[in-house]
């Protein structure tokens, strides 16, 4: 197997002696204990939603991205709803509570930012790998002082028993799990009673029949990548211990100055496709916001941070190579979808030529994340370019400039 380290390294951002000093380090560390070989890809997506909002958001997915839903596993205190591509690309759990009045450590995580407090049960929890032995990687990973969840704490909170889930990262508030699943077995969550909740299949349903009548259906892709902002002081940390926890190497990062940013990738070793393991990117303003009115540069990803808390921004839905009529995919995704009434945060950047074409979505008003559609053309070499992501970076700035002050004017 390729060393984790040996990986090509991308991109123009300097990083500190610090930083290069313990990636090394640690990555040759994860290497010689087998943890690297034992963790394998990103098998299942955790976000939840408000009380009542999940019909409405399973809806969406399953309009706006290939996922198509599979059953309900009813808990006493939760519902959550399994969504399945195949076994080729990670599941997405929809985890809806069913009182708004339950507290508990992940709402805790909105409750102090501004904008997230607004909605307290929305937010996206973490990834969940597939390991070939889940206790010698527990055991490995507590011995470096990883923290876990323990199984009555796990019972208490209703995630599924047959997951060794580590506590919210300081950096990115989001958690990392694990469970043991061999490559020919079908993933299974033990958790609560299954059903076929008749709200979510005809929610499902009627959005998958709308995704086929568009022709979507032959164009959208898996997930290729999940991107997390993180406060500019984190912005290395999160990215060592997230490398720490999971078999990905640091692909690099680019400086996107006009925004006062860098875009930071790391993917998976075992995987060259992100379709198979989505790639896990990490955005965090290049100063704190106490910096900005010395410099007179924006800095929207530290004011999503400040208003939203650490947690994932966006995912990303891959678009198929080539054309629809006289346009590029993308092109033809974002047209069909603009005209059933969803929102986009700006018109399609980049270009054929370029080799990258991309756009956001607005959020969505159940989850707070928003979806990027990203086309790759022909042999790009790369994972995206400075220009369309300083595009991206300053429409979603304006939008949540504006969320800002409409949760400032409701406090």
């Known amino acids: 197997m390729k060393a984790s380290i040996d990986f090509p390294r991308q991109g123009d951002k300097q990083n500190s002696t610090f930083f290069e000093k313990w990636l090394g380090r640690l990555l040759e ?43 309900t596993l009813e808990t006493e205190q939760h519902s959550t709803h399994i969504l399945r591509i195949d076994m080729n690309a990670p599941d997405v759990l929809v985890r809806e509570v069913k009182d708004p009045d339950l507290h508990g450590i992940f709402r805790s995580l909105n409750e102090v930012y501004p904008i997230g407090a607004q909605r307290p049960n929305s937010r996206y929890m973490g990834e969940i790998f597939q390991v070939k032995n889940l206790h010698a990687v527990v055991e490995t990973q507590k011995a470096r ?22 506590k919210p990262s300081p950096y990115t508030h989001n958690i990392v799990g694990y469970w043991e699943r061999p490559d020919n077995h079908i993933r299974v969550y033990s958790l609560g ?11 499902f349903e009627q959005a998958k029949a709308l995704r086929e009548k568009l022709g979507l259906d ?30 990905y190497y640091y692909w690099g990062s680019y400086d996107i100055p006009d925004q006062n940013s860098s875009t930071n990738v790391t993917k998976n070793t075992h995987f060259a496709n992100e379709l198979h393991s989505p790639a896990k990117v990490f955005t965090a303003a290049n100063h704190p916001y ?24 966006h995912l990303a839905v891959a678009v198929k190579d080539g054309h629809s009529g006289d346009q590029t995919n993308i092109d033809y995704v974002v047209s069909a979808l603009r005209n059933c009434g969803q929102q986009f945060l700006l018109e399609v ?35 995206f370019t400075k220009e369309n992501v300083a595009d991206l970076t300053a429409a979603a700035g304006v939008d949540e400039m504006l969320r800002g002050l409409d949760a400032a004017a409701r406090a």
């Open 29 to 71: 560390d994860r290497d010689r204990q087998g943890l690297t070989e034992n963790i394998g890809r990103i098998d299942s997506l955790m976000i939840t939603v408000e009380p009542g909002h999940s019909a409405a958001y399973v809806g969406e997915l399953c309009l706006m991205t290939p996922y198509n839903y599979l059953v």
């Open 145 to 166: 002082e990883i923290r876990f969840f323990n199984q009555e704490q796990i019972r208490q909170m209703e995630l599924p028993g047959n997951m060794a889930i580590v």
């Open 193 to 203: 009673v299954s059903s076929i909740r008749e709200d979510m299949q005809t929610a």
């Open 218 to 247: 032959r164009l959208l892709l898996p997930i290729d990548h999940l991107a997390t902002r993180v406060y500019s002081q984190n912005r290395e940390a999160a990215i060592l211990e997230y490398l720490t926890l999971s078999s």
């Open 290 to 313: 106490f910096c900005n009115h010395l410099i007179g540069k924006p800095s929207p990803t530290e004011a999503f941070v400040r208003n939203f808390g650490p947690r994932l921004h």
């Open 349 to 383: 950047v980049g270009s054929e030529q370029e080799g990258l074409k991309q756009v956001f979505s607005s959020a969505s008003e159940h989850s707070s994340l928003i979806v990027e559609y990203v086309q790759r053309f022909g042999g790009f070499q790369g994972f």
